[in-house]
């Protein structure tokens, strides 16, 4: 099965201050983290394939090492497409690329993309990117996409399905914080979305 998730940000203490852009309230640093440790893997076994949509791990400042961020994925189950965003860095993937190994079913742990990847889904198309898309007029493909933590794009067609998105306030089923998306979760969230901005729309 495949998942979704963007945006972990792990390591990022300074997301535990109060703000509005990605508010994430933990004790500290390490409870954060180990909280996305634990949503991941209750949801994920090495049979399934994560779609990372970039930023896995930051400090503003005393960056991550390669080394760091490549022990903190290795605690996660499932192999990963790793779709780079604007705080991962070159060096990382070639450190991930370098410690790379191949999981039972003969497939490598890591892939890469630098820009997107686009897969389909139960008639739709997914086209997944770190930043969000705008597709202009289009049927059946919903952008997924993280970047923008507490914030949404005003499109039904965009779907932010980082941690901190506001889009999953219309599932269904109530996640435990840091949980990655199933593809039937992203429909949810699109159909419901659509119906929220077409009943904003009649309002104005």
Not at 74 to 87: A, E
Not at 108 to 131: I, N
Not at 146 to 173: C, K, Q, T
């Amino acid at each position: 099965m495949n998942y979704f998730i963007s945006d972990t940000h792990f390591y990022h203490y300074q997301l535990l201050q109060p703000n509005d852009f990605a508010p994430r309230h933990f004790k500290d640093g390490a409870a954060m983290n180990q909280a996305m440790v634990d949503a991941w893997n209750a949801r994920v076994d090495d049979n399934d394939t994560v779609y990372h949509l970039g930023d896995i791990s930051m400090r503003p400042q005393n960056t991550p090492t390669d080394e760091e961020t490549f022990q903190m994925l290795d605690q996660l189950n499932g192999h990963m497409i790793l779709i780079k965003g604007n705080h991962d860095y070159r060096s990382l993937f070639k450190y991930l690329a370098k410690h790379n190994t191949m999981m039972s079913d003969g497939v490598m742990r890591f892939r890469f993309e630098d820009v997107g990847a686009l897969l389909k889904f139960d008639h739709m198309q997914f086209y997944c990117t770190h930043y969000p898309m705008l597709l202009g007029r289009v049927q059946q493909i919903i952008n997924l996409h993280g970047h923008i933590h507490h914030y949404s794009v005003p499109i039904a067609e965009n779907i932010n399905i980082g941690v901190d998105a506001p889009e999953r306030d219309y599932l269904s089923e109530d996640l435990p914080w840091g949980s990655s998306l199933r593809g039937e979760e992203i429909i949810e969230m699109y159909h419901k979305k659509q119906a929220d901005l077409a009943n904003q729309q009649r309002k104005q």
